[in-house]
């Protein structure tokens, strides 16, 4: 038997009328009628449950002399306990329905356990079964890793029909059973089940030909496993000649993978400045860098414009053909403006001492005023968490090439976070004793973020940051929106903020 502190489970014990008691009782008044050991028929000897998650012992048992007591066993759960059904009932039972529920620990290692199930009748006589629980049980429902945005644009061409590339990725943290593709506005197009083969994955990629006319289309996935849980992803398809995209984003990433395997920021939404118009701001690590812009972001398809392979000068938007913008100045910001209506683009730099942040202090040095009254300093950081005080226990790490951009955590650290972990958070400065409304932001999303507003009450920015505290660049409110992302895939994680360009991401770690 393990060693460890015995932690409350939720113990609950269905009876007809509803009462919890355990005790004792003097069996030896009651006559006997047959004389026979009771008599259990349980609904299952094999459950399949999983750590921070209930089990139910279920049956049906019978004694013509009377059942007295039934007991359920387990050293491994430091589960024992006995149901007096003298002490419940004021009498034996002939019958009884059991259903016993337990709740299995969070942090229970353990593969399986054996249950034993014991019930006594009055005359003392016992039968018992072992139901054997089994650490496999699978509540999760599928996930789509890489599924099409909620509305896409299909250009329509003068040489040829329309088409989309339907891309995705369903997975299951047991077994995929299969995916049902419904595009039901979509003539001659049956709904389709692609098998998952019983394995934990399934990548479907195929063109889907529309009519060379305007019309909306719906597209339903849905992703079943293998016990029958679902997960459904909806998208609005329309095809039009170019529209004016609402949102357009760079992606400095290769593939629909990278684009999907964020927790929020890639790719980056740029500004949209006119009609058509559209301006990128992008600090560039390193010479080479290739970018593209989608008006889409969770795939390279159906439009992604890039360099014209005929004109290098001209955008196209086909994602067969584009080439890559190639940004070859390291350690400088790119200032880029595209026109998707005229396939135009101009691109310059500036260098990272001319951009400007909302920041008005040094990092990392002794000049942040703790009591606003010149009365103590302290080092100056940000960082990320529910207060200034809980900053402290996540700062960033100022980038050693541009003063505006940082990281969290450390290098050589570890940022682990867990599927379905709900993070809920602001970016702050780190004060000691929680004082709030100096160096803070805001998102414009809580749960889909995409940019980040400077959200000062106090007004502390520094004067000569072209931006406007609590506005965002259109002039709307900053609105006090925390950022509360959801984490659909753990493991390790690291966190980039440009507070020059109001961006961040949290991405894989390397």
Avoid at 250 to 258: H, I, M, S
Avoid at 334 to 359: G, L
Avoid at 428 to 440: A, I, M, Q, R, T
């Amino acid at each position: 038997m393990r060693t460890r502190f015995l932690k409350v489970s939720l113990l609950c014990v269905l009876f007809a009328t509803g009462v919890f008691v355990t005790g004792c009782s003097d069996d030896n008044k009651y006559a006997d009628v047959d004389g026979e050991a009771p008599v259990a028929v349980l609904k299952a000897d094999h459950i399949q449950s999983g750590a921070g998650h209930d089990f139910t012992i279920e049956g049906t048992l019978t004694d013509a002399d009377g059942i007295s007591a039934i007991k359920l066993e387990c050293a491994d759960l430091y589960l024992n306990k006995t149901i007096d059904l003298i002490d419940i009932y004021g009498a034996p039972q002939t019958s009884y329905d059991l259903s016993y529920k337990f709740s299995l620990a969070k942090d229970e290692v353990g593969e399986q356990f054996t249950v034993k199930v014991t019930v006594i009748d009055v005359g003392g006589r016992e039968t018992s079964q072992d139901v054997l629980i089994t650490m496999d049980g699978d509540f999760e429902n599928p996930v789509f890793a890489v599924a099409p945005d909620k509305t896409i644009t299909v250009l329509m061409k003068a040489d040829r029909n329309p088409q989309y590339t339907l891309n995705f990725t369903a997975t299951d943290d047991r077994k995929l059973d299969y995916v049902t593709i419904e595009i039901p506005e979509l003539s001659g197009f049956e709904t389709r089940t692609v098998s998952a083969e019983g394995k934990a994955s399934l990548t479907f990629k195929e063109a889907i030909v529309f009519p060379n006319e305007s019309q909306t289309y719906t597209i339903n996935l849905t992703a079943y496993d293998a016990v029958g849980n679902s997960v459904t992803s909806t998208c609005n398809v329309t095809v039009s000649e170019m529209p004016d995209f609402e949102k357009m984003y760079l992606a400095d990433v290769k593939t629909d993978e990278e684009l999907n395997s964020d927790v929020f920021g890639v790719p980056m939404v740029i500004n949209h400045t006119g009609e058509y118009q559209y301006k990128a701001r992008y600090y560039n690590k390193a010479a080479g860098t290739e970018i593209f812009f989608l008006p889409q972001k969770t795939s390279f398809t159906p439009i992604c414009f890039g360099l014209d392979p005929e004109d290098s000068n001209k955008l196209t938007d086909d994602p067969e053909t584009a080439k890559p913008i190639v940004l070859d100045t390291p350690n400088v910001y790119y200032e880029i403006d595209i026109n998707v209506k005229q396939s135009t683009y101009t691109i310059k730099t500036y260098s990272v001492n001319e951009a400007t942040d909302p920041i008005n202090y040094e990092y990392g040095q002794p000049c942040f005023d703790v009591w606003e009254n010149g009365s103590e300093y302290i080092n100056f950081y940000i960082g990320w968490g529910g207060s200034p005080q809980d900053a402290g226990e996540h700062l960033f790490v100022q980038d050693a090439n541009n003063p505006h951009l940082f990281y969290y955590p450390a290098a050589g650290a570890t940022w682990s976070l867990e599927s379905g972990e709900e993070l809920n958070f602001i970016i702050s400065n780190y004060h000691p004793s929680g004082w709030w409304d100096h160096v803070e932001w805001r998102c414009d999303n809580s749960t889909d973020i995409e940019k980040f507003g400077y959200f000062s009450k106090k007004n502390d920015v520094n004067p000569n940051w072209e931006g406007t505290n609590q506005k965002w660049s259109d002039g709307s409110s900053v609105q006090d929106n925390w950022m509360k992302p959801v984490i659909t895939k753990g493991g390790n994680y690291r966190f980039e903020f440009d507070a020059h360009l109001g961006r961040g991401k949290i991405v894989p770690a390397n």
